[in-house]
């Protein structure tokens, strides 16, 4: 019996090939995090640093910091009263643990079910996928912060989380 | 009666495009030379305050220059790593065209830099000093 060599290899290169795309495509869904899209709440939380995605905290998480706006790691960042509702609304609308976020329950995991974290980079999950991240990068006079993401992530304003 | 009437609203559109071309700016410097009942911002006062150093705010940003930079025409950085666009309005054309906009920067970063609340006076030489950059 003749084995088609030739059509035989062809094949397979080209499903190794699409596979390696489809993986690839999976992982683009799972670090993707929906930008803010209002623009009250782009101004207001992307002035000093990127808008973060509400759907990366849970819904408490947005409410404690948006109370406590007059210490907000240490800068005042009050707003008026009515803005500041405004952009609570959006945020605890869009977090992380509100019904229909598909990716962002992987982040969140391991946070405790009462716990109102502030910080993202300090999710259990956060922490995980960062540890090969040497400590001399975070220092980078590009980096500065782990709260710099688009350093990295180039992206991430779009909200992909990719690279 | 009626020519009176035309009469008054062409004045009145006269004024009222006088003003729009002063421009968003020159209005709120106008406001800021009111409220400080001065005639005389000036731009090299205005330099002086952005390029020195305070002690009476946060230590990590003892001057404006800390994050806007020491160019004014270039971008500068906050200790977040995010850039922030140039001061100079010759370089960002679209700045301090919105006054409430002016106030709430003036108020957090005079904050933090100075330890208080820019005076009027401070604000009008500081805008003159980017408005001229």
Same mark, same amino acid.
């Given at each position: 019996m003749r084995i088609p060599y030739r059509p035989l290899a062809i094949s397979l290169v080209t499903l190794a090939f699409s596979a390696l795309v489809f993986a690839r495509a999976?992982?683009?869904?799972?670090?993707?995090? @929906?930008?803010? =899209?209002? &623009?009250?709440?782009?101004? *207001?939380?992307?002035?000093?640093?990127?808008?973060?995605?509400?759907?990366?905290?849970?819904?408490?998480?947005?409410?404690?910091?948006m109370g406590e706006l007059d210490n907000h790691f240490g800068d005042n960042a009050s707003l008026d009263a009515a803005t500041a509702e405004k952009i609570t609304s959006y945020l605890v609308a869009n977090a992380g643990d509100v019904g229909g976020?598909?990716?962002?329950?992987?982040?969140?995991?391991?946070? @405790?079910?009462? =716990?109102? &974290?502030?910080?993202?980079? *300090?999710?259990?999950?956060?922490?995980?996928?960062?540890?090969?991240?040497?400590?001399?990068?975070?220092?980078?006079k590009e980096v500065r912060t782990k709260a710099n993401c688009v350093a990295c992530h180039t992206a991430a304003e779009q909200g992909s989380y990719d690279e | 009666m009626k020519n009176m009437l035309v009469v008054t609203s062409g004045i009145v559109a006269m004024i009222l495009s006088t003003a729009t071309l002063a421009g968003p700016r020159e209005d709120l410097l106008a406001q800021?030379?009111?409220?400080?009942?001065?005639?005389?911002?000036?731009?090299?006062?205005?330099?002086?305050?952005?390029?020195?150093?305070?002690?009476?705010?946060?230590?990590?940003?003892?001057?404006?220059?800390?994050?806007?930079?020491?160019?004014?025409?270039?971008?500068?950085?906050?200790?977040?790593?995010?850039?922030?666009?140039?001061?100079?309005?010759?370089?960002?054309?679209?700045?301090?065209?919105?006054?409430?906009?002016?106030?709430?920067w003036f108020k957090r970063n005079c904050t933090e830099v100075l330890g208080r609340e820019c005076t009027v006076q401070e604000k009008g030489d500081w805008l003159t000093f980017v408005i001229g950059q």
């Open positions: 999976q992982a683009g869904d799972r670090h993707f995090f @929906a930008p803010v =899209a209002d &623009p009250v709440v782009k101004e *207001e939380c992307g002035s000093c640093h990127l808008a973060f995605a509400p759907s990366m905290l849970p819904a408490r998480s947005w409410q404690r910091m976020q598909r990716y962002s329950s992987k982040l969140l995991k391991g946070v @405790a079910a009462g =716990a109102a &974290p502030q910080r993202i980079t *300090e999710l259990p999950k956060w922490v995980s996928e960062h540890r090969k991240v040497p400590d001399w990068e975070w220092r980078h | 800021y030379a009111a409220a400080a009942k001065t005639t005389g911002f000036s731009a090299a006062r205005g330099q002086t305050l952005h390029t020195q150093s305070f002690s009476g705010g946060k230590p990590d940003t003892p001057s404006c220059t800390t994050c806007h930079g020491k160019d004014t025409r270039g971008a500068g950085r906050a200790l977040t790593g995010k850039t922030i666009e140039p001061v100079a309005v010759s370089v960002t054309p679209t700045r301090y065209t919105d006054p409430a906009k002016v106030e709430k």
